[in-house]
């Protein structure tokens, strides 16, 4: 009989298949993950504190840098935030504007998890693929805003910059390019047996488990859980577009996959609707004062990010910096379930597990 | 010689632009003077016209130029409105055509606004039968106003035919839209000193509102700002209750039955936060109330979207924001906690997700949660000292 000893096995923080900084210490028996231990915080820059410090306006910058991979979204839940506590009526253009720029995000987001998680699991292809397509609509919003990543773009009350000349045909022609695109990825990856046999029964959870764990978004819709912020708390203009919150019951990493990929054509059709409905013109910054001062007291909204549920809570005290500002993170929350999903499992597993979740450090560490 | 071609067949786009917009502009202005001097405004475009033809940027020049000054002279002409009450502004007369012209045409625009214009200040400022200076002050209100919105209208209009070139013009307008809008907030000072204090004299009014006019403005603003809030928290909620008063009436009312009354400090609709419904726990209370939203059948809170804390100074504060998936409703739960002692208990027992975040209200701000299986210092390290949320802290460096 072999006999094995407990063993620590430490893995990070730098480590290829965390895509940050993250550790995780795992106390293994062989080959099986005994226990594992998350360790974070690596990547924390305080973001909330520095934003005690500034006006509203400032702080968008910031929050380019918490989840970098989608950092139009973050830009929006602050100023939808500051809007909700002013009432800001915002322009129809500028709102055209954010959910054009937000839904190509989320596009891109879910191409670079696409195309990274399967380099993690060991095809290499992919992720060329869908660096290409990505580098596309990086361009995209490189035109509309001025910066590959960390745009700025959102303001309280509207948008910095109008789409310049051209740039909602480049949408438009990019629409049916992806989806031809998306086909290949499909043959190319989905339904291959390797993968198949990787993704298949791996980090797996139920619905009320989700729910438990505060999971949200792909993480959570793969339980079979239809709830999308954008369909059922609709904010800026999404009640207008007919979309479908794709969902898929097997509650692991393959199910994620699917939701994941669905959620990419769900976008398109935002876009393509966003592209038909866009004003031709009107003002993309409503009139706000020169200086932005939320009303005194406190808020709390929450908006679909490609990673699940970003909230921002705000509480203020009439001046022009918030009094206390908070992030509620969907990398962090979706983190804290990790633990339970190694435990038991194979350690080939971690990363396949750790790759579904779908997490950027810079939103976990804040 | 292509490049040149191209440059040439550029320039003549340019000019051919600029000539619909001349076009435009002159069209818009006889509409609004409606038997008004037209010959100004031919003369204008005549002048671009052919300055088109030879230089580009000659003709854009010589357009902001123009666009400046007659901006500036509307600009004095409100001025004068303001002062008198009246329009003569015409002693401008030897001052050249082009400028003249231009302010004929802001008074034919702020003219033909004023009607309307009036009636909007009518319904704002109800004081305005008591006093004749009141009036007067209106009517320079209006004016002003009348002249602020034709410009932009113009403003406008002018983008559409030639984006660059207008930033002088911009600068010039927005000058003029700032002056007025001083000159409005001036006058309803004035106005309500008057009607405060009676003090009759035209000239000290205004004086003290031109000194005062930038602290009205402001005031104004926060006033507006205020509005909201104090609007909402008073005479709204009688006038129509929140959509969301329905279920707050329902948490309260089956909570305070199973679980006594007292248990709650508060409960009320906040109007900020999209209408949340938000109760504000005992301290002793708080996990006995958050157990019952999550396993009550009629409540039954099954998901925490977010919990943190917050330093208020005064108190320590937990925030705790709830979803149903079952009943598609959203609550706020808040406990406010000593700030020496900041200790709660941990809500991890009923919701896993509340892990994390718990640990990080502990790192960031010294939050203890009893019975959190391990409360840790998630971000920051256990040798960090001090709390960094927390409004007192001072940053701990060996080195200095």
């Known amino acids: ?366 | 010689m292509g490049g040149e071609k191209d440059l040439e067949q550029l320039k003549r786009e340019a000019a051919a632009k600029a000539k619909e917009a001349a076009k435009k502009r002159q069209a818009e202005k006889a509409a609004a003077e409606a038997g008004g001097t037209r010959e100004p405004v031919k003369e204008e475009s005549e002048k671009a016209t052919p300055a088109n033809e030879e230089d580009d940027l000659a003709k854009k020049k010589a357009a902001a130029v123009a666009k400046a000054k007659a901006a500036a002279a509307a600009k004095k002409a409100a001025m004068q409105q303001g002062a008198e009450g009246e329009a003569p502004g015409n002693e401008e007369d030897d001052l050249a055509k082009k400028k003249a012209a231009a302010v004929a045409k802001a008074k034919a625009a702020a003219a033909a606004k004023k009607a309307a214009m009036q009636q909007d200040t009518a319904g704002e400022a109800p004081g305005n039968e008591e006093d004749d200076l009141a009036k007067k002050k209106a009517a320079a209100v209006a004016k002003a106003k009348a002249a602020a919105a034709a410009k932009k209208a113009a403003m406008q209009q002018d983008a559409e035919g030639e984006a660059p070139g207008n930033e002088e013009d911009d600068l010039a307008k927005k000058k003029a839209a700032a002056v007025a809008k001083a000159k409005a907030a001036a006058a309803a000072k004035a106005k309500a000193a008057a009607g405060g204090a009676g003090a009759g004299d035209d000239e000290k009014a205004k004086a003290i509102a031109a000194a005062k006019a930038k602290a009205a403005a402001a005031a104004k603003a926060k006033a507006a700002g205020s509005a909201k809030t104090g609007g909402d928290a008073e005479p709204d909620e009688t006038a129509k209750p929140s959509i969301n008063q329905p279920f707050l009436d329902k948490y309260t009312k089956v909570i305070e039955k199973h679980l006594g009354e007292g248990v709650l400090e508060e409960s009320y609709i906040n109007k900020l936060s999209k209408d949340v419904p938000t109760l504000v726990a005992k301290r002793d209370s708080y996990f006995k109330v958050a157990e019952f939203l999550k396993y009550n059948e009629q409540l039954s809170f099954d998901y925490l979207s977010e919990i943190h804390g917050t330093d208020f100074e005064t108190h320590m504060e937990v925030y705790v924001h709830f979803y149903s998936y079952k009943n598609s409703q959203s609550v706020a739960l808040k406990v406010k906690i000593n700030r020496d002692q900041p200790e709660i208990e941990s809500l991890q027992p009923l919701w896993e997700g509340a892990n994390w975040p718990e640990c990080e209200a502990y790192d960031l701000l010294g939050i203890k949660f009893t019975g959190h299986p391990n409360l840790n210092r998630i971000m920051l390290g256990e040798d960090w000292v001090g709390h960094p949320m927390r409004k007192d802290y001072e940053p701990y460096d060996v080195e200095v």
């Open chain 1, 1 to 366: 009989m072999i006999r094995t000893e407990e063993m620590l096995l430490n893995v990070g923080p730098q480590h290829p298949s965390t895509h940050g900084v993250f550790r995780i210490v795992l106390k293994i028996d062989g080959e099986i993950i005994k226990e594992a231990t998350p360790v974070i915080g690596y990547l924390h820059r305080g973001t909330e504190k520095i934003a005690e410090d500034l006006q509203y306006t400032q702080i968008i910058p910031y929050t380019d840098r918490m989840d970098y991979i989608s950092a139009m979204t973050n830009n929006y839940v602050i100023c939808h935030a500051v809007e909700t506590m002013m009432g800001l009526e915002v322009p129809e253009r500028a709102e055209y504007l954010r959910v054009m720029a937000m839904e190509l995000n989320r596009v891109a987001s879910h191409l670079v998890w696409w195309g990274t998680y399967l380099l993690d699991i060991g095809a290499v292809s992919p992720f060329l693929y869908a660096f290409r397509e990505r580098e596309m609509i990086v361009n995209m919003l490189n035109e509309l805003s001025g910066a590959r990543l960390t745009f700025n773009y959102m303001r309280v009350g509207g948008v910095k910059w109008d789409a310049p000349e051209g740039w909602i045909e480049k949408v438009a022609e990019f629409i049916p390019y992806m989806r031809e695109q998306l086909k290949g990825y499909h043959q190319l990856v989905t339904g291959n047996e390797i993968f198949m046999n990787r993704v298949k029964g791996v980090g797996r959870y139920t619905k009320a488990e989700a729910i438990n764990y505060s999971l949200s978004g792909p993480n959570l819709r793969c339980t079979g859980v239809k709830w999308d912020l954008r369909k059922n708390e609709p904010y800026s203009i999404y009640d207008r577009f007919d979309f479908d919150v794709p969902v898929s019951d097997g509650g692991d990493a393959w199910a994620r996959y699917q939701v994941r990929m669905a959620e990419i054509e769900e976008s398109l059709k935002i876009l393509e609707q966003a592209v038909e409905q866009f004003p031709k013109e009107g003002a993309i910054l409503a009139k706000v004062p020169k200086i932005i001062k939320a009303p005194k007291g406190e808020a709390f909204v929450r908006i679909e990010s490609p990673r699940g549920e970003i909230g921002c809570y705000i509480a203020s005290d009439g001046k022009k910096e918030p009094y206390r500002l908070k992030f509620r993170r969907p990398s962090f929350y979706n983190l804290q379930i990790l633990p339970k999903l190694l435990k038991g499992e194979n350690i080939a597993n971690l990363i396949a597990i750790l790759g579904a979740i779908d997490i950027v450090l810079g939103e976990v560490d804040g």
